[in-house]
């Protein structure tokens, strides 16, 4: 479907194709909503590209109070008690409306559902849908979804570029065409663009996703919150392939370990093993690659000649790479994959900014804490989907203003970005990498050339970084190595941020060369 701004004006606007942002739009039918996405639906998705599963207690000796035990557990005392709750409690009804969606889940013979085990889960409760292909399967069902629902206007290759306020509240989105810029005049917008692994070389998540929802958000004076947290998945097959494909935990699961090139299992006496969370997998492995090891991750033992049939895409990443996993161990090293910060939001996914609400990767709602349990995040965004569109649905409309288009930054590039964010936003940190990155960043804001967005959001990770004087789940610091005897959350807004960008820079800056 074309822009149309004169029929679209006033709906609801929901920016991102992947599956929180059209799970919100099919939540929302039978009311008109715009659906928006820079890629042809369903492609360039970090959802499309999802190989692990749903958490969900569906099994037998299962119950939502132990999946929470075991998310706030992973989420090292940062997780909200009640979301997680609440989610925990939900994740059942998600599944639920996912396979009303069309969305086919693996089964049994008998017909019963099969259940995966995963990192720091104590039952097995992972659904999956096409082995290792759930995101490519949830991506097709809801794209076909989407495009039979007739109150849902879908337009793509349409780039969200700013939100307009008026008097602190929603007034309207600008975004690019091919055709040029155009303004959508709506009190009411969704945020669903994903996450920020674009920001780093290695990434599991396409390279274009490098926060630009959190960019919108933060220049309309939205609060973010935990932004320093950012998750390293510990087994991205070693390849140079960009994104990089991902072994997924539900290897581990079946039994795989990790070895390094002498066959030695160097996890085999830490608690957990394989299984640890992510952060402390992820820790390790990097620790063994910095002291000048292979990793690899062996399932020759556990799955050998079946691997091929458990997991399809896995193998055939593997193969492309020209090796067998049947008979080859799978060469591996973390890479960024998932942003447990984001726009800071309530239950009903509103952010501090009236009339902007957020979803899935780019919110943070407080589940994950300072570390994501496996096989949360498609769960939080089935659950969320349904409670942002509720709160949509029963708000406002706003006020529609005519609105004066400004002129715009060139198309954003994170590439200047990457490696600043890849030397101070790791999987290890200390302070001085974190200053020297906040100073680096602060003239690519002020620029506003095409790096300005991507700086925006890692210079609000790196000064959440740098305020967070601990480590604690995916945050390491060399220099803080111990966990604060009392958690607290970070807030921030890009004000603050800015502030304290140059309060840093001016400390920095030699005495004799301030005053000349």
Known sequence: MSLQVGVLAGRPVIVGGGIAGLMTALHMAPEPVVLI??????????????????????????????????????????????????????????????S????????????????????AHSRRRIVHAAGDGTGRELMRALVAAVRNTPSIAVIEGVAARRLVTHDGAVAGLVVTTPEGAAFLPTGRIVIATGGIGGLFFDTTNPQGSFGQGLALAARAG???????????????????????????????????????????????????????????????????????????????????????????????????????PAYEPIPIRPAAHYHMGGIAVDLA??????????????????????????????????????????????????????????????????????????????????GRDITEAAAALLPMVNHNGPEADPAIVALMMTIAAWQRTESRGAHFRTDFPAKADAASRTRLTLVEALQTARDLAAEMTPPLARSA
């Open 37 to 98: 996405s820079k890629a042809p639906l369903g492609l360039d998705s970090s959802s499309l590209l999802a190989q692990g599963g749903i958490a969900a207690s569906l099994g037998p000796g299962d119950h939502p109070s132990l999946h929470a035990a075991d998310t706030i557990s992973a989420g090292d005392g940062l997780c909200d008690a009640e979301v997680v709750r609440h989610v925990t409690k939900a994740a059942p009804d998600a599944f639920e409306a996912l």
């Open 100 to 119: 009303r969606f069309g969305v086919r889940f693996d089964r049994d013979d008998q017909g019963a559902l099969l259940l995966g085990l995963e990192a």
């Open 222 to 324: 939205a609060v973010l919150a935990d932004l320093e947290f950012v998750q390293f998945h510990p087994t991205a097959l070693d390849t140079p392939s960009r994104p990089m494909p991902l072994i997924s935990e539900a290897v581990r699961g079946e039994g795989a370990v990790l070895i390094d090139q002498t066959g030695r299992r160097f996890l085999a006496d830490a608690p957990g093993g394989e299984l640890a969370p992510r952060d402390v997998v992820a820790g390790a492995v990097a620790r063994h690659l910095a002291k000048g090891h292979r990793v690899y991750l062996d399932a020759r033992d556990c799955l050998g000649n079946i691997f091929a049939h458990r997991f399809p895409a896995m193998d055939a990443f593997c193969k492309a790479a020209g090796l067998d």
């Open 349 to 430: 996914g509103r952010s501090s900014v009236e009339g902007l609400w957020a979803c899935g990767e780019a919110a943070c709602t407080g589940l994950h804490g300072a570390n994501r349990l496996a096989s949360n995040s498609l769960l939080e965004a089935a659950v969320f989907a349904r409670e942002v569109a509720r709160g949509v649905a029963g708000s406002e409309t706003g006020t529609n203003r005519p609105q004066a288009l400004a002129d715009l930054l060139p198309p954003p590039d994170p590439a200047p970005v990457r490696p600043i964010a890849a030397a101070a936003l790791g999987l290890v940190r200390n």
